[in-house]
């Protein structure tokens, strides 16, 4: 075991404010700057999560006075949740499966380390009654529901039973026990197509597939089968009519152990993709008073018929087209997406949890609970957007998220040189901004979204932006379809006007990126020479002219779009250096006349620049990899992305990233290489074997996720070269299909 002890660099969300005149800050001011500390019968707590949430736990944790232990797999050892904690302790090797969620190495991590308590986060265990039950077993307290309640409520179909028993108004489906596929198909021909297979248990979008027919419905079952059970260790499913165009409304819940319970109001979080959440608020746009009185009456019934106590949600399914809704599962843990609910209400749920698990009383009574201004939580994810949102693994290379304060949080669980793993979920970050109210909140969420810096993998950072800037949005017409609807506007088809305008932005921060690489090199050159005397070479000498001929440089890169349907796009740009050491930029063969650019230098990767009298900040990021130089320039609300051939300079960890690049590099037509890193875990076709366009070829898991593999064209599967079981990266050569 490793100990270890290092203070949060994060700052808590409670601080005082600025607008600690209105009621808002002033509540929240007072709970997280109080001196009080949780009853002294929980001194120690065991964190049995990872990334963010582990983060976000260990942060009240120690504002209590509470020490607290972290696991970690071998994927984890450097992890900013373990340097977080007071101790930590290996449970495994980086399969969840074999660490995450070992709930016997947990508890022996536990017994040995003298925590009173295990809190467990979101994910993992935290919805096994069976770790709930062993905890209590082992006389450690377990920081959520009693063992009973997850058992009646996690189990989405027993939860479905009860919930009908009492009256409330469940989405025709099938929640029992039989789970022969005959038997399940034949619930699904008599519920009616388009049905929805969701697991029993966990949650996420994990192992959730649509069918549309009775042809797609078996094999949506094994894959959703083998999801669940990678994910949650329990693969039973139920089904449910698919409601066309629904909101999913949740209800943030909490009882005591004396039997009180209250809610917190709704959120909505009906933008998804993947049916997993990406943007949330509180409270829902566009409730009226009544309706949400309702709902949290309903959630706060169903939690008391399970005598429910800690923090719980209750997930509702809204029809937008008769305005009635539908109980749909109750997650008996705390939410990814908590945050937007304590920014309107003041609270910390977490130092409620903690207090609750001491068998202290509710804070606050229904009536005291306040609602003020709103909330938004944005998903920031590694993940490849114009490729179907597909998860992504690497190097964080550059992390530089927005400055926090108490009306923006920033939760993470890694920092700048970690990597994101492909054994657990991609998120990196989730940006919480509050404001007086919905339009104040939206504007704020686009500002810091602009101001979101990571580099050195794909992010959906720029897909979140255009987003929030949706007109539909701005409106609150959000349902869980809302991506889909808006396909075209978010995804707009590639044409000479919007190829021509990307290319013009792209063009403006390729100058800015030349003007500040070439002060850098100015600088960097002049402080590397002894002297600095008259032998300087003529780019370098100051003024930087003889004889009337002003010094030159060409610079060469490649604009790499984040745009679907659009390939790299070479810029060769040209440097004349001025005699007030500006200078002028033009890129070759382009319409434009050039710009004159001035560049002071703030810090390392940090500049002030004037483009022709307009003064802007701009900030960059420079690495190698795969025998190339990447660069980033974020300007404004702009991003791009250049890439320039260099020396080979990589690390150990990409090592092994570079021969799957090279491999996919030049190859022949008909070649399917892996869309992502991951693991294969079903072959559906053997070498030599005939197959139809878009015909299934095998699956991939990464972060808990499956992709399915088709066939681009119709012809021979040649070269088959992967196994069921074999870990595979990304851009790989999978197979070839072939005429004969």
């Known amino acids: 075991m490793s100990s270890m002890s290092s203070f949060l660099r994060r700052r808590s969300f409670g601080r005082s404010s600025p607008l600690s005149r209105l009621i808002f800050c002033l509540q929240r001011r007072s709970i997280s700057d109080s001196p009080a500390r949780a009853s002294p019968s929980i001194e120690k707590i065991l964190v049995a999560n990872r990334g963010e949430i582990a983060c976000r736990i260990m942060r009240t944790a120690r504002r209590l006075g509470i020490r607290t232990v972290a696991v970690f797999s071998d994927a984890d050892e450097g992890a900013l949740h373990v340097k977080s904690a007071d101790e930590a302790v290996r449970i495994g090797p980086p399969p969840a499966r074999s660490s995450y969620l070992n709930a ?98 966990g949650g996420g ?47 943030q819940i909490f009882g005591d152990k004396l039997g009180n319970v209250i809610h917190l109001y709704e959120r909505d979080c009906s933008v998804q993709r993947r049916h997993q959440k990406i943007i949330e608020e509180a409270p829902a746009p566009n409730v009226k008073h009544e309706f949400r009185s309702h709902l949290g009456e309903a959630a706060v ?53 903690i207090r609750v698990a001491n068998g202290e009383n509710l804070p606050l009574t229904q009536s005291q609970v306040p609602l003020t201004g709103h909330a938004f939580e944005a998903r920031i994810y590694a993940e490849n957007v114009p490729k179907g949102f597909l998860p992504a693994a690497g190097i964080l290379h550059h992390y530089q998220p927005v400055s ?105 921060s390729a100058s800015l990126l030349a003007a500040c690489v070439c002060k850098c090199e100015h600088n960097e050159t002049l402080a590397s020479i002894p002297g600095r005397g008259n032998l300087l070479p003529l780019w370098y000498s100051h003024p930087p002219f003889r004889n009337h001929h002003f010094a030159k440089q060409e610079i060469e890169l490649e604009w790499q779009p984040d745009v679907a349907d659009m390939n790299s796009v070479p810029m060769k740009l040209v440097m004349t250096c001025q005699s007030d050491g500006r200078y002028f930029v033009k890129t070759e063969d382009n319409d434009s006349s050039g710009v004159i650019v001035g560049v002071v230098r703030l810090e390392d990767h940090v500049f002030k620049v004037d483009v022709d009298g307009w003064r802007i900040d701009v900030c960059l990021a420079v690495y190698y990899k795969d025998h190339v130089k990447h660069m980033h320039v974020w300007h404004g609300k702009h991003h791009h992305h250049f890439t320039q051939k260099g020396p080979l300079r990589r690390s150990s960890d990409e090592a092994l990233d570079v021969r799957s690049s090279f491999e996919a590099a030049n190859l022949p037509k008909g070649t399917v290489v892996a869309p992502m890193a991951g693991l294969v875990v079903k072959l559906l076709v053997e070498d030599g074997m005939k197959v139809e366009e878009g015909q299934p070829m095998l699956v991939l898991e990464a972060m808990k996720m499956e992709h399915v593999v088709k066939a681009p064209c119709a012809g021979y599967v040649r070269g088959l070269q992967v196994t069921a079981g074999q870990q595979i990266f990304d851009s790989s050569v999978l197979f070839t299909i072939k005429d004969e």
């Not at 467990?120 to 209590?136: H, I, M, V």
């Not at 959730?208 to 260790?233: K, T």
């Not at 749909?328 to 003041?346: F, K």
């Open 301 to 353: 019934s169903a939690a008391k018929a399970v005598a429910y106590h800690n923090a719980g949600t209750v997930e509702f399914i809204v029809d937008t087209s008769s305005g009635e809704f539908y109980f749909m599962e109750m997650n008996t843990r705390l939410q990814v997406e908590h945050p937007v609910t304590e920014m309107i209400v003041g609270q910390d749920l977490v130092e409620w949890q």
């Open 205 to 251: 979008g994990k192992g959730m597939r649509i069918v549309h027919g009775p042809n797609e419905f078996v094999e949506s079952v094994l894959g959703a089968q083998r999801e669940a059970a990678a994910s949650f260790g329990v693969n039973t499913l139920l089904l449910e009519k698919y409601i066309t165009r629904p909101r999913h409304i949740e209800v």
């Open 404 to 508: 926090v304060s108490p009306t923006v949080r920033v939760e993470t669980g890694v920092e700048e040189g970690d990597s994101v793993s492909v054994h657990y979920d991609p998120m990196i970050a989730k940006l919480v901004v509050w404001g007086e109210n919905r339009s104040a909140a939206l504007v704020k969420l686009r500002h810091c979204l602009s101001q979101f810096q990571v580099a050195g993998l794909p992010t959906n950072t720029r897909f979140l932006q255009q987003l929030a800037s949706h007109w539909a949005f701005e409106k609150g017409l959000v349902e869980t379809h809302f991506i889909e609807h808006f396909k075209s506007d978010l995804f707009p088809d590639s044409n000479v006007a919007t190829e021509k305008s990307a290319y013009t932005s792209a063009n403006i």
């Open 104 to 201: 016997s190495a947990i508890v022996e991590a536990a017994l040995r380390t003298g925590v009173q308590a295990i809190h467990p986060g979101y994910g993992f265990l935290s919805e096994s009654a069976e770790f709930a039950q062993l905890c209590e077993d082992k006389g450690l307290t377990f920081i959520g529901p009693p063992a009973s309640a997850i058992r009646d409520m996690g189990d989405k179909s027993a939860s479905k039973r009860i919930m009908g028993a009492a009256g409330v108004p469940l989405v025709p489906g099938y929640h029992g026990e039989e789970q022969d596929i005959d038997f399940l198909k034949a619930e699904a021909h008599k519920i009616g197509y388009p049905v929805l297979i969701k697991p029993t248990h």
